[in-house]
């Protein structure tokens, strides 16, 4: 008898539905967003949107700042109260003393321009998301950053 071969999914699609299932942690009204950071195939740091640690989350707050005052998507990420997954995956390998230097990043959403840029300092090689999001600034920066973007495909 010959050995068949184990079918097993492509490490992109392996993170990939990591991040989706890391994006059922947010309480987040307008978009659920989870992000996984990995080094060498190794999960280095998860992250999901909400609110700042030990703060109100937007339900709890009054509502959506963004959606009360009409705010159209892509823009002023900066009326926002929570943190995003990208922001809140980079800050637990801070807090952790982790490197996620020369590693890739899997998001469900395409990051905006505020991620792109921490993603860019953050010394990040590799974005692979699943969904599109409007936000000219973020594909010029990371467009001009070198770092390669990649949206995930099924197959």
């Known amino acids: 008898m010959g050995k068949t071969k184990c ?3 492509t490490w992109d699609e392996y993170f990939t539905e990591i991040a ?3 994006s059922t942690r947010s309480n987040c009204e307008s978009r659920k967003v989870g992000a996984v ?3 060498d195939n190794q999960i280095i ?3 999901y949107n909400g609110a700042p640690k030990g703060l109100h989350h ?3 707050a009054g509502g959506c700042l963004r959606k009360l005052n009409k705010i159209e998507s892509g823009t002023r990420q900066e009326i926002c109260r929570a943190v995003h997954a990208e922001q809140n995956a980079i800050i637990s390998a801070a807090i952790k003393g982790v490197s996620i230097k020369g590693g890739t990043i ?3 959403t395409y990051p905006c321009s505020i991620c792109a840029r921490m993603l860019i300092n953050a ?3 590799r974005i692979v998301y699943d969904s599109d999001y409007s936000d000219p600034l973020s594909k010029e920066l990371l467009d001009e950053s070198g770092i390669e973007v990649v949206k995930f ?3």
Request: charged share 40%; glycine share 4%.
């Open 106 to 108: 899997y998001t469900n």
């Open 153 to 155: 495909e099924k197959k």
């Open 123 to 125: 010394e990040i090689k």
């Open 37 to 39: 950071i990995t080094v």
């Open 20 to 22: 989706k299932l890391v």
């Open 45 to 47: 740091s998860t992250g």
């Open 7 to 9: 079918e097993r999914p």
């Open 58 to 60: 937007c339900v709890d």
